[in-house]
């Protein structure tokens, strides 16, 4: 194979692998998995919960409060929230399109039901748009009852929780792998709806995301309107109408980059807006 | 600034790494009392305990070594199923506090049980 051609083959697979974002949703969802294993099998040390971000959240108020740290989290928690926080400030909630093993699933599940070309309903982004506040006060209510009560209410139908520990994690409810079954059925209708709607850690990161400095961002006079950036887009945002894409909901995925057919009217950049 | 979308995956990829390998490096007590004032040098002792699994447990550990003489403060670490100890060598010592923190307790139905097990003293 020529150098030419090997340059263009890899450039062609790097792109394929989403220039690297599912090689690193592979990564940590096998290590996920594997410590998952691993915390079932009851290996000294081996939790998945101690790599949640949502778990410092949960934590952060009784470990403030000198109570201690909640169930079995522990202050790591505390600092990978606060570091994935510090990332989403730069980079946008890249943590769910990049790291989330959960969001790899649904994610996944979604280009699955694509690809067999039977779900992947596309809703009315009003619609959309109402439901995707939902996770707001969905966010508060389980912060305040995990306080309240000391306990981590979450968990029983936390999706993360219950699929990586294969349903035999603590406090998961007979109901809860009902849950999750339902939580991936809807994902292969509406992909990435459990991201979108329901996940409290989303909804926590939003407003860090909301100011993240490095965004997609489009050059009106090149772009030519023909919409794939939209049609790439599963978290619903209208890239094509966007000057820089500030939303919240916005995760850095860059299908919209990767899909658009014009060189240049899309790219990520830091600081600077579209023109 | 445009930045080359293809670095975007490998740089999650290291910030997270090192964010989850210095978060547990760095970690804090899930739990910290302090019995005493120290009056002596002290040492610390950390154990391996079986049994530590939750904040609740924590709590029930720190209660088995409150009132004992010679410990000076409790340090847990849940997700490590593990405790520094600071105690008085002049008072107590390590096999000591291992034999405290071993020993049965009898619960209201009046079944006789051994919450904690010690599995490894550094």
């Known amino acids: 194979m020529e150098s030419g051609e090997k340059d263009s083959a890899l450039k062609k697979w790097w792109n394929l692998s989403g220039q690297g974002?599912?090689?690193?949703?592979?990564?940590?969802?096998?290590?996920?998995?594997?410590?998952?294993?691993?915390?079932?099998?009851g290996v000294r040390g081996a939790t998945i919960e101690r790599y949640c971000p949502f778990g410092g959240i949960e934590t952060l108020i009784p470990w403030l409060n000198k109570t201690g740290t909640l169930c079995s989290l522990s202050t790591t928690n505390i600092s990978v929230f606060v570091g994935v926080a510090v990332m989403t400030l730069i980079l946008k909630r890249v943590f769910c399109s990049h790291v989330c093993p959960m969001g790899a699933v649904l994610e996944w599940v979604g280009i699955f039901s694509?690809?067999?070309?039977?779900?992947?309903?596309?809703?009315?982004?009003?619609?959309?748009?109402?439901?995707?506040?939902?996770?707001?006060?969905?966010?508060?209510?389980?912060?305040?009852?995990?306080?309240?009560?000391?306990?981590?209410?979450?968990?029983?139908?936390?999706?993360?929780?219950?699929?990586?520990?294969?349903?035999?994690?603590?406090?998961?409810?007979?109901?809860?792998?009902?849950?999750?079954?339902?939580?991936?059925?809807?994902?292969?209708?509406?992909?990435?709806?459990?991201?979108?709607?329901?996940?409290?850690?989303?909804?926590?990161?939003?407003?860090?995301?909301?100011?993240?400095?490095?965004?997609?961002?489009?050059?009106?006079?090149?772009?030519?309107?023909?919409?794939?950036?939209?049609?790439?887009?599963?978290?619903?945002?209208?890239?094509?109408?966007?000057?820089?894409?500030?939303?919240?909901e916005c995760s850095n995925c860059l299908e919209c980059v990767r899909k658009c057919p014009t060189k240049g009217a899309l790219a990520l950049k830091i600081g600077g807006g579209g023109k | 600034m445009k930045i080359p979308s293809g670095i975007l995956a490998p740089l999650v990829v290291i910030i997270f790494s090192v964010v989850i390998f210095s978060g547990s490096s760095y970690e804090l007590p899930s739990t910290q009392k302090s019995f005493s004032e120290a009056t002596s040098p002290t040492k610390t002792v950390k154990m391996d305990v079986e049994g530590l699994r939750c904040r609740g447990t924590a709590n029930f550990f720190n209660g088995k070594l409150q009132g004992v003489a010679g410990i000076i403060s409790v340090s847990t670490f849940v997700q490590d199923r593990s405790a520094k100890i600071e105690y008085d060598p002049a008072v107590t010592a390590p096999e000591k506090i291992k034999a405290i923190i071993e020993k049965p307790v009898k619960l209201k139905s009046g079944k006789v049980v051994q919450p904690f097990t010690v599995t490894k003293i550094d």
């Open chain 1, 21 to 41: 974002r599912y090689i690193s949703q592979a990564v940590f969802l096998v290590l996920t998995i594997w410590v998952g294993y691993r915390m079932v099998s």
């Open chain 1, 114 to 248: 694509r690809k067999t070309g039977i779900g992947a309903w596309k809703i009315p982004y009003a619609v959309d748009n109402t439901l995707k506040l939902v996770k707001y006060p969905l966010m508060l209510v389980i912060i305040c009852l995990t306080v309240i009560y000391g306990e981590l209410i979450f968990r029983t139908f936390d999706p993360y929780y219950i699929l990586f520990t294969a349903g035999k994690g603590h406090e998961i409810a007979s109901w809860s792998m009902w849950f999750l079954v339902g939580v991936i059925i809807v994902g292969y209708i509406i992909p990435l709806s459990f991201c979108k709607y329901m996940c409290p850690l989303g909804a926590c990161l939003a407003p860090f995301g909301r100011l993240g400095i490095a965004k997609v961002c489009r050059d009106s006079e090149a772009c030519t309107d023909c919409g794939s950036c939209d049609k790439a887009c599963e978290w619903g945002i209208k890239v094509s109408e966007l000057k820089s894409v500030t939303s919240a």
